[in-house]
């Protein structure tokens, strides 16, 4: 696939994904037997999936972001799955100051049963499968079960989020939020809501903002933590892993965060790249711009070409 697509091909993948079909009301059940809630999209037009793929959000963001890419992705051939991690969008149930979840569940327990349910989609199809992960759905991706069996991994300013590897002034406002601010909202309220975290989170249950405050200052951020290292399988992936960062995401996913992070996959394929609002015709994208409808397809078609030429499965289904 030639990495540079002329306008009028993205318009028609564009419109070709605004028809794929998707399905809602999916759930799937993690190993404790949470349910979880979770939204399948399918190519347009009945037509049969080339690829699966799997979309791990950012921390306390709903599916309901990534709806846009993911229909763009069926509009490619792909069958993609988002969901909802517990306490989160469709997956809360009750009063999120009464959620028990903690971020290990996230990543050992949600992130686990999404790659199952892919799986199983693989192998009853014979498909490739790609997992895409945006900050925390890319960062911890490593913790959950059957990533092994991924046949390349993609992630979108996922980093590894300890205050100390930002920069400047960014470094102090990420101490000041792990060392008080999270804390104090926590305890204040019982959980930390939406309008307290910025961006486009939902709000995240007490016991997930504890644990990600504990993080953001421990050296060597969530693998450092005893009750993480048991799950730790970065160094052990061997496939396709490409880790991009945003130029302008100097906030939340710096360049030497990301970095860091792509240190982890010592055994991988591992390509490192970055992409600049004025690449894909925009003023600006940040953390959380990279999955609206604008800039789209032109953004995304530069995230996604790289990586599917370098996994042999993906090039061979012939995605685009």
Do not use: C
Request: hydrophobic share 45%; glycine share 12%.
């Amino acid at each position: 696939m030639n990495q540079t697509t002329t306008s009028s091909t993205l318009a028609r993948r564009a419109h070709r994904s605004a028809d794929a079909a998707s399905s809602d009301r999916e759930v799937i059940v993690a190993a404790d037997g949470r349910h979880l809630a979770a939204s399948w999209f399918e190519p347009p037009g009945g037509a049969a999936a080339r690829a699966v793929a799997v979309i791990s959000s950012a921390a306390a963001v709903p599916r309901s972001h990534y709806r846009h890419f993911a229909a763009w992705l069926a509009g490619r051939g792909y069958a993609v799955l988002t969901y909802d991690y517990r306490g989160v969008g469709g997956s809360l149930r009750g009063a999120l100051r009464d959620e028990r979840a903690t971020m290990r569940d996230w990543a050992v327990l949600d992130m686990s049963a999404a790659l199952a349910a892919g799986q199983a989609r693989r192998e009853a199809g014979g498909l490739p499968m790609l997992l895409i992960g945006h900050s925390f759905g890319g960062n911890s991706i490593g913790f959950a079960s059957g990533v092994e069996r991924a046949d390349a991994i993609l992630t979108v300013a996922s980093q590894i989020g300890e205050a100390r590897l930002f920069p400047g002034r960014h470094r102090l406002v990420a101490q000041g939020f792990f060392a008080a601010w999270l804390p104090l909202v926590t305890a204040l309220l019982g959980a930390a809501p939406g309008w307290a975290l910025g961006g486009a989170g939902a709000g995240m249950p007490r016991e997930v903002a504890r644990q990600w405050a504990r993080w953001g200052l421990q050296r060597g951020w969530a693998f450092a933590d005893p009750v993480m290292k048991p799950h730790a399988g970065h160094s052990g992936l061997a496939m396709p892993v490409h880790l991009w960062g945003i130029s302008d995401d100097l906030q939340y996913a710096p360049p030497r965060a990301v970095d860091e992070l792509a240190a982890l996959f010592r055994n991988a394929a591992v390509q490192r790249h970055d992409v600049r609002p004025q690449d894909v015709g925009a003023q600006a994208i940040g953390h959380f711009g990279v999955f609206r409808r604008e800039p789209g397809p032109r953004l995304w078609q530069r995230l996604l070409a790289p990586i599917e030429q370098a996994a042999p499965a993906l090039r061979r289904a012939a995605l685009g």
